[in-house]
């Protein structure tokens, strides 16, 4: 059996990052991934997909954006590039097409088994990301046979669906997004539209995410957030990788000629059923963009930038089509695809170490696994910061989260414990 100190599970920007940091505390790691690096990057996103996040925060431990176009926005290829380079860069010890089959709890440690190899690590990063399934609602098995489904995982191109109209499942921005590409190849869209967080793509002349940075709202900790388990389930915001168009909100896909309706409930003999709540989703969506405005606004005056910045001002309310349907009989040939962009969730059927809360999820604690010591988590939404859900955020979650295991690992060589699923993890100190 292979013996090593550490073994980071998934070759994604968090698992990458994580080794730099483990080659700074001179970790001895492996990396275990089980396609190629960004594998998610390559297999599991639509080609014309860009990231929301500006080039200039597409940064890493050690790495910068260093092209001429700072203020762009990535497509899904040069992600890519960008992560196997960073591969490289770091000297990453990668073990590719090395898919993890199951990590327990064993002596001194886990053992962690990989295609057919066993592996005995003292440490363990879970880096295998947020999104490696679908999040669909229970109501998916109700949709009749003769409707082609599909998730963003599934998703490449509109020419892959039949003809006919299409109804996309959530307007996060995987459902704005993909809402507005089927319908400019043609096809009629219904976008059925439950909560959902409206952006503009930027404000006052500069990006949203500049502002979510310069404001602090991306370095809030997860410990000092009210409602943690909300702020990581939040949809991602209306935005698209594009500076053609200042927002991509309702009003804009409505003005496109996309049909909104409310959230998808219930679908009964074949008929879909939206909520009537929509002006009220739409009004909270609206109320909260406001919030974040205001919040900007008194950030810019405080640090007295409001004669560099050009003046505040506000967006029209989301426009509710009156007319919209209640419900949409899917059995009437109207409808002939259904995609859900729904959401995501993580995969992590292979660890086999009872360490999961009453929902199902891994019980941690700012990535320190709760309940087995030696056990990380990362890539999660909120794991540490508000900026833990983006790529950037890795480099403050992964310093702190080395630091831990550094010393996790030097204390278990001053006593030599025997490993135990009842130690909780210490917490971690925030860098
Ligand atoms: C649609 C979409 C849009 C996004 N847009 C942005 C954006 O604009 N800006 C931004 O900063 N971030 C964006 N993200 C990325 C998001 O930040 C990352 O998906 C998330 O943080 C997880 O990254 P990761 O490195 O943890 O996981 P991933 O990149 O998913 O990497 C995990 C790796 O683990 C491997 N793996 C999984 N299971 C196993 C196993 N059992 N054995 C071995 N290997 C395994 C996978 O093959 C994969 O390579 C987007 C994500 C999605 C889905």
Redesign the pocket.
Known sequence: MMQTTAVV???????LAMSRRLTERSIDHVV????E?????RT??WPS?R???PNW??RLPGHGYAGDDPDG?MPAADVVATLTRYARLVGAPVRTA????TVRVASGGFQIR?NDDLLHARAVVL??????LPAFPGIADAIPLSITTLT?LTYRDPGQLPAGGVLVVGAS??GVQLASEIHRSGRPVTLAAGEHVRLPRTYRGRDIFWWMQATGLLAERYDQIDDLTRARHLP?PQLT?TTSSTITDLNRLMAMGIRIVGRLGRIIDGVAQFSGSLANTCALADLKMNRFLNRADQWATTHSLDDELPPPHRFAPTRVDPRAPLELDLTSGEITTVLWATG?RP?HS?LDIPVRDRAGRIAHNGGVVTGASGLYL??MPVLRTRAS????G?AADTSALADHLHSFLSSQRRSQPAPSLASAGRHPSHS
């Open positions: 599970v998934g070759a994604g920007h968090a698992g275990l991934e089980r396609g690096v960004a594998n998610s990057w599991q996103r997909l990231l929301l996040t925060q597409t926005y090395t898919t993890v089959h990989a880096a295998t990301g947020a999104c490696n963003p921005a995987t991602s990788g995501f995969d292979w990362l890539g859900t983006y790529i950037h890795a």
